[in-house]
């Protein structure tokens, strides 16, 4: 069975920064590309960053700069270094992967509040 479990969510102010994870079992991780999107009330869900197999990184242009997507094959897990946050990051954030064969698995989410 395969599970995304996400955590490091939170209330943080303006400015601040917070470090999500995502721990991954039950899918061949190393052959995954893993992604963070995130959804925002009365919105559609958005991608934010990708790390394919081989390390390369993709951003969507609002958090270029500022957010950096990373993964640990040891651990079966990414992360999403997020800093120099602004209300309009307020989301939940779901961590996503992608197997060779192109089936995809969500986690169940973990809620990002920027707000002073």
């Known amino acids: 069975q395969v599970q995304l479990l996400e955590s490091g969510g939170g209330l943080v102010q303006p400015g601040g920064s917070l470090r999500l994870s995502c721990a991954a079992s039950g899918i061949s991780f190393k052959l995954s590309v893993m992604a963070w999107y995130r959804q925002a009330p009365g919105k559609q869900r958005e991608l934010v960053a990708e790390v394919t197999t081989g390390g390369s990184t993709i951003y969507q242009d609002s958090v270029k700069g500022r957010f950096t997507i990373s993964r640990d094959g040891a651990k079966n897990t990414i992360y999403l270094q997020m800093n120099n946050l602004n209300p309009e990051d307020t989301a939940v954030y779901y961590c996503?992967?992608?197997?060779?064969?192109?089936?995809?698995?969500w986690g169940q989410g973990t809620q990002v509040t920027v707000s002073s």
């Open positions: 996503y992967g992608r197997n060779p064969l192109n089936y995809v698995h």
